[in-house]
């Protein structure tokens, strides 16, 4: 092969565990790898990205990638790192969850190629749901020990835990279902090659087992560490929850600042991972941001790079003219483009206050937006004051106090944003 995907994982620290002889294996000739994807969303979120970007470096480095939903697994949940047991999913659900997964890795995996490696989806359930449970134990079942499945980590953390409804039989046998995972692919497209989050080492490694016991041949197994934060706190989410793919659950400009938001030590860290650029592109990166911190030109890149790769340079675009209507010089304009998720996620937590239509109908003067019908200003003096000394906006234009604010200053039919010198925004929602 020209690459070398298990270099190419080392030095951008995407490496924590491989099984000896992997690198070897795959220096011979094209091979498949699979990672599992859990469809428990319509939308995979960041905490997925490391192990689609394993795959996608797989797929460069000229292998054949699968991404496995696990439609089936889903069913059941894995107990890795997971203090209780989670909700089951339908059928209807899973199948619809799928389809929208697909479209996503398509952003990442080449789905459509005539080469040899192009990127396959599959769904453990198309071969799990006709398996009944007594075959399934005596086919598979009798080959591993619960002893050997008592052992792995993932078991032993739950049985030790202070949860009192300790580990069904249900998510015992997870790490089965998921080990004959690997030996169906194995059997029936080659696959030679299970990769996951280091928490998946002993269910990959159980995949391993039954190759050899009932294959007949060789697995391998590779992990990659789980992602963390230099301040401990948990990557990937925030105060809003998961930090999505979808920008219908995050809009690209929220997504866009929590890249943009980390810390130095962090960003160092997430653009080996969650971008393509090139060893010395990075280096020389992290040498012009040791030199000049305070340019932040490592998260710039970063949030520019993986906004692009997730959604589109049109969404980074308007990220960047949303991220600009609070710290720089925007215009009325600017205001009317951001979609109403964008225009909320940019003023999050500004003071509010709701009219209704009808109050609303000829329009509100000055004096009664910014005191009598808002609060915005403690008094009427106040805001004739405010507006004499030019200190007031209506979506970012200087207003007098003849101004009148009518429909057409309405961005999204419902919002004015009332502004008092550079940092002090409100929002008036007409309802």
Known sequence: MALNFVEELRWRGMLHDVMPGTEEHLMNEMQSAYVGIDPTADSLHIGHLVGVMMLRHFQLAGHKPYALVGGATGMIGDPSGKSSERNLLDETTLKHNQEALKDQLSRFLDFESDMDNAAVLVNNYDWMKDF???????????????????????????????????????????????????????????????????????????GTELIRRIGGGKGYAMTCPLITKADGTKFGKTEGGNIWLDAKRTSPYRFYQYWLNTSDEDAAKYIKIFTFLSKQEIENLIEEHREAPHMRALQKRLAVEITVMVHSQEDLDNALMASDILFGKSTSNDLKKLDEKTFLDVFEGVPQAEISKTDFQNGIDMIAALSAKTGFLASNGEARRELKQNSISVNKEKVKEDYTITDADLINDKYILLQRGKKNYFVLLVN
């Open 132 to 206: 009944s449970f007594l075959d399934f134990i005596r086919d598979v079942g009798k080959h591993i020990t619960v002893n050997y499945m008592m052992a792995k980590d993932s078991v032993k953390k739950r049985l030790t835990s202070d949860a009192k409804e300790g580990m069904s039989f249900t998510e015992f046998t997870y790490q089965l279902v998921q080990g004959y995972d690997f030996l169906h692919l194995y059997q029936n497209y080659g696959c030679t090659l299970q990769m996951g989050g280091s928490d998946q080492w002993g269910n990959i490694t159980t």
